[in-house]
């Protein structure tokens, strides 16, 4: 079994967007700086395996703390731009399995919980309480994976696997941009190989 934890810091750079806008006198710059954006990071898990090696499992958890986040929004005419979410917060649990069944035979799965949020605090603007983009709260999968030798030249390798992943945001916003809607619903998905 083996236990670890971490603490760790990180920083993107400052961002001076440089873009232009209308006005009555005509075509003006626009510029807008975008403090640093700073991360504090916390993990603490555990990863082991039974002795013969026929289990092997895996459990963490984290923390991210953002201080200044740094998102890409557009603006009424579609044009990107850089801006400050304020503070935002990634805490989740994973979790793995692996068990062999038989010396040809295994079985996997895994889990995991993801709360990304930019806080829910007015001090945040419109995007308080909106979920990361492309970060969904649950996903899964587990499954059978098949390994076999049927001679000297030919292997057998077979699988059935089951995933699961909950909604997920395309944009910061988590609102319909120009009446499309940004989120893509829970997907489930079953293979056999």
């Given at each position: ?53 026929s ?7 984290f ?6 986040f ?36 295994q079985?996997f ?32 999968g587990?499954?059978l ?49």
């Open positions: 079994v083996n236990l670890y934890a971490t603490v760790s810091k990180g920083r993107r750079s400052e961002v001076v967007d440089v873009g232009s806008a209308n006005s009555a006198a005509g075509v003006v710059p626009r510029v807008n700086e975008v403090p640093a954006e700073t991360l504090w990071n916390y993990e603490a898990g555990l990863k082991g395996s039974t002795a013969d090696n289990v092997s499992y895996a459990l963490s958890v923390s991210q703390d953002y201080q200044d740094q998102v890409s929004l557009r603006d009424s005419a579609g044009n990107a731009y850089i801006a400050n979410a304020g503070q935002a917060k990634n805490t989740g649990v994973e979790a793995e399995l692996t068990v062999g069944l038989t010396d040809w035979l079985f799965s895994n889990l995991a919980w993801l709360d990304a949020k930019i806080d829910d605090d007015s001090s945040n603007g419109n995007l308080a309480g909106k979920r990361f983009r492309l970060q969904p709260e649950y996903t899964a587990t499954g994976l098949l390994a076999t030798d049927l001679s000297a030249d030919y292997q057998l390798h077979g699988s059935l696997v089951y995933a699961f992943r909950s909604d997920i945001f395309f944009e910061e916003a988590n609102a319909p941009i120009a009446g499309f809607d940004i989120r893509q619903g829970a997907v489930q998905q079953t293979s056999i190989r």
